[in-house]
């Protein structure tokens, strides 16, 4: 009876993976080629580039307008570096709350240990753009002396394709949509601004930031990593359809995972099989004991 609950069991969720698949703008594309990414993806990703340094003497803007140096925010502590643009609809906000939710979760207390750049990577942004971010991220974070370590940041095109270069950040605009094709992921820098980790996707281990902001500390150079790079990626509502790109890796997750259930079922059915075959010739299946009254 087990067996064949399970059966069953397996099979109702082997028929309701077949079901169509609901994906979201921001869904994976890893490892695709260039080539085979949509024009719109081919030149979006996020490089390692470890133990580099990014530009310090950019100006930047700060929340109330004031011209800043990135040296400036720099005091002799780690950073977490989180390249945004604050009116994305979709992958930047996944991004900033993911982070959030891991530094709520650290020992450390941002404005103490270590400090935050969110920095704009649309030059159309706004100083009161990045004050109503700022406030509604540390109305969350809900630590003392938060304000004075979280920086919300705008600047110009030529700022802010310096400081993307220079930390590997590669994305696109598109001037229909007057919205932006990018990766998720950000950077842990050393207090004296060399690139020492990164971490991609929208959800960073508590513990992972913890240690990786430690190694920072002590300018400590992190190795680089695997990348499964999720990618700010629009609906397009006139077809109806997402891009061929992410489709084919939607598929070709399904598929995987058809794979892996069809062959665990065979594997039951096969030990099933042989339970029985092992069975003494005219001999029944043992039954439950009845319970006595």
């Known amino acids: 009876m087990r067996h064949t609950a399970f059966r069953g069991a397996a099979i109702t969720a082997l028929i309701a993976l077949l079901v169509p698949i609901g994906v979201h703008a ?13 024009e719109a993806l081919r030149d979006v990703g996020f ?13 930047f803007r700060d929340e109330a307008g004031r011209p800043v140096t990135l040296g400036s925010l720099f005091r002799g502590r780690p950073v977490i570096l989180n390249l945004a643009y604050y009116r994305c609809p979709m992958l930047c906000t996944l991004v900033l709350n993911g982070l959030l939710s891991s530094m709520r979760a650290l ?4 404005g103490k240990e270590f400090d935050v750049l969110t920095v704009s990577f649309d030059p159309e942004d706004t100083p009161e753009q990045a004050t109503q971010k700022k406030a509604t991220y540390l109305g969350e974070y809900r630590r003392p002396g938060a304000d004075a370590g979280w920086h919300f940041l705008t600047g110009d095109a030529a700022s802010i394709e310096a400081l993307a270069r220079a930390v590997g950040f590669r994305y696109h605009y598109d001037p229909d949509r007057k919205e932006f094709a990018h990766a ?3 950077a842990v820098l050393t207090p004296a601004g060399r690139i020492a980790r990164y971490f991609f996707g929208v959800e ?9 902001l430690m190694e920072a500390a002590e300018g400590r150079i992190g190795s680089p990593i695997d990348q499964l790079l999720l990618f700010c990626f629009h609906y397009d509502p006139s077809s109806g359809r997402y891009t061929t790109a992410v489709l084919t890796v939607v598929r070709a997750g399904g598929v995987l995972t058809l794979l892996i259930l069809a062959a665990f079922i065979a594997w039951a059915v096969r030990r099933e099989r042989a339970g029985r075959a092992r069975l003494p010739v005219g001999a029944a ?4 004991e009845t319970r006595r009254h």
């Open 107 to 110: 020992p450390f207390d941002v």
């Open 26 to 38: 921001d869904s994976p594309a890893p490892g695709l080629p260039a080539s085979v990414r949509p």
């Open 184 to 186: 998720a992921g950000i």
């Open 204 to 212: 960073f281990s508590p513990r992972d930031l913890k240690f990786g």
């Open 285 to 288: 299946p043992l039954a439950p």
């Open 47 to 59: 490089d390692q580039r470890l133990d580099e340094s990014i530009p310090l003497d950019l100006t």
